[in-house]
């Protein structure tokens, strides 16, 4: 039986390969400000794009980096690029909501089966009832973290969640990295 995702709307701006793949490295482990600005504009102008016509959320959450990978980076390139999606969209960003109380192997090296089986990495903090949240991500690959922080935005009572990636995996798949359906 196929499984409907979480989420309402998903967004992307384009396709995980070429110069986007490079400026999403460059954005996310090379520290580049221009990088993720570019990438924090052109998200925003998908997002304000799709919510000309669909119902606007009533918050941005940036998916969370697990507090040791944050010091390491010294950033979350999530939440650098949910703060121009917020200013389009006129909606608050709360990155306080939302956080990572799980470290977990980079999922690139795992396979659909080793991804199914990680524990919930995510916690809610506080009550969402009744809020629409646009869950905002780099790279979705094979939807795994994706789905976890959805489910668990809706247990904390989010009546919907949309999510938005600036880039996604080829329908295709290329190496470990599954397609999407």
């Not at 990438?39 to 009533?58: Q, W």
């Not at 977990?104 to 991804?115: G, K, V």
Request: net charge positive; with cysteine; hydrophobic share 45%.
């Amino acid at each position: 039986m196929v499984q409907l995702p979480p989420w309402s709307d998903f967004l992307f701006f384009g396709v995980y390969e070429g110069l986007l793949r490079d400026l999403v490295l460059r954005a996310k482990f090379g520290g580049s400000l221009a990088a993720l600005d570019f990438l924090g504009a052109l998200l925003a102008g998908v997002c304000a794009l799709h919510y000309e016509a669909a119902p606007l959320p009533s918050v941005v959450i940036p998916m969370p980096l697990y507090v040791g990978r944050l010091r390491e980076r010294g950033f979350n390139q999530c939440l650098e690029m949910a703060r121009p999606v917020a200013k389009a969209l006129g909606v608050p960003v709360r990155a306080d909501i939302l956080v990572k109380r799980v470290s977990l192997s980079p999922q690139a090296m795992l396979d659909r089966e080793e991804r199914r089986k990680l524990p919930q990495p995510f916690e809610a903090v506080g009550r969402l009832d009744g809020l629409h949240v646009l869950l905002i991500d780099d790279v979705c690959t094979t939807k795994a973290t994706l789905q976890r922080a959805a489910n668990c935005l809706l247990r904390a009572g989010a009546s919907r969640v949309d999510a938005a990636v600036v880039a996604r995996s080829s329908r295709h798949g290329t190496g470990r990295e599954p397609a999407l359906p």
